[in-house]
């Protein structure tokens, strides 16, 4: 009818209008699909839709201990490593470095439909995998073994995941690829990759720990090549005269945001001091010469971090033990490794000047 138009009248839309279209029409695709899903009875919550959710891709290798299997893949080709998938498609596989992350947005999840029950804004965990779609019931046994709510499954045959998840509005992207990782941070997607632990620690079961690394992860890289090509001196004095100007932000900015917005929910019913979600600032900056910009910074934002450790150049390992994140993002791989010996699940973020430095690595 009349107004449902933006352009001049129904022949001659506006150049504008071409953006608008495909949305207009995704909504409908997806009003449709729900209608139809409506109309099935299931006690199962519906997966959310993308622009509500927050959409953590994860790969199958970031999600399942596949080492063997890659072996064999690497070593004997693609019809040997389908073949062996097949041949154990009822051996469950073991959790690989994402798994306990992606239980803990669970159960995030699960205090949410207590809490709002007809809200949409949550996790929604995507399985990710450049496997052919014959490896897929092998990883559907071992989701459903775990009781991991894992819907939405793109199996991509080879093909590079990139499209699918700017598709899926995905807001974190997690594989063991760091080649497919650096091109989804180029195409602007939050995105690290995974390193196992090296040893066998508890991680929490109620309470999601994330922990962040600052500059080159939840700001830009500025500082980073300050310290790179000036040194520290040149650096600290950097900081204190840009004291009150927010750095730029970096590429996992975002996810702390989706972060913060989730914890406003619990902090909105009371549940501040039983919040479901913790977030931890480690950084290798010093608190008295370098620390204020940065809380400046994430105030600016309207983010509220809750624990920050300015470590002044000491080692991260030590401090992220006592803290055991379900995962830890930093753009240096040398804080990766160090995590990684004292048994931190970690996750590196190819970003910034500090990639041009480690290329050996």
Same mark, same amino acid.
């Given at each position: 009818g009349p107004g449902t138009m933006s352009g001049s009248g129904p022949e001659a839309p506006e150049p504008g209008d071409t953006e608008e279209a495909p949305l207009e029409e995704a909504e409908q695709d997806w009003a449709a699909a729900k209608a139809f899903y409506d109309n099935l009875v299931s006690k199962r919550p519906r997966p959310p839709k993308p622009q509500h959710a927050i959409t953590v891709a994860v790969s199958s290798r970031a999600l399942f201990d596949l080492v063997e299997e890659r072996r064999i893949y690497e070593e004997q080709g693609v019809e040997k490593y389908v073949k062996y998938q097949q041949d154990n498609e009822n051996v469950i596989l073991k959790p690989g470095p994402a798994f306990y992350f992606v239980k803990a947005l669970m159960h995030v999840n699960a205090r949410l439909l207590e809490l709002y029950p007809d809200d949409e804004e949550r996790f929604d965990i995507v399985l990710m995998t450049n496997n052919h779609a014959q490896v897929g019931v092998r990883l559907i046994n071992s989701i459903n073994h775990y009781g991991l709510t894992i819907e939405r499954f793109c199996m991509t045959g080879g093909k590079s995941p990139v499209g699918y998840l700017k598709a899926y509005l995905t807001n974190l992207y997690l594989s063991a690829d760091s080649e497919k990782v650096q091109e989804a941070i180029e195409a602007g997607i939050a995105s690290a990759t995974m390193f196992s632990a090296n040893k066998d620690v508890a991680y929490s079961d109620t309470q999601l720990r994330v922990a962040f690394d600052g500059d080159a992860v939840l700001f830009s890289d500025e500082s980073e090549q300050i310290v790179k %090509?000036?040194? +520290?001196?040149? #650096?600290? %004095? &950097?900081? /204190?005269?840009? %004291?009150? =100007? *927010?750095? !730029? /932000?970096? *590429? +996992? =900015?975002? #996810?702390? %945001?989706?972060?913060? =917005?989730?914890? =406003?929910k619990f902090y909105a019913k009371n549940e501040r001091l039983d919040c479901p979600i913790r977030t931890y600032l480690v950084t290798a900056r010093s608190a008295a010469s370098s620390g204020a910009r940065v809380l400046k910074t994430l105030r600016s934002w309207g983010l509220e971090i809750d624990e920050a450790l300015f470590l002044a150049g !000491?080692? @991260?390992?030590?401090?992220?033990? @006592?803290?055991? *994140? &379900?995962?830890?993002?930093?753009d240096q791989m040398f804080h990766i490794e160090g995590a990684q010996k004292l048994g931190t699940i970690a996750a590196h973020v190819p970003y910034g000047v500090a990639q041009k430095y480690h290329k050996s690595a």
């Open positions: %090509e000036q040194g +520290l001196d040149r #650096f600290f %004095e &950097h900081e /204190q005269l840009n %004291e009150n =100007k *927010p750095l !730029a /932000q970096g *590429p +996992l =900015k975002g #996810f702390l %945001e989706d972060l913060g =917005k989730l914890q =406003k !000491a080692p @991260k390992g030590p401090i992220l033990v @006592k803290i055991r *994140p &379900h995962i830890f993002f930093d």
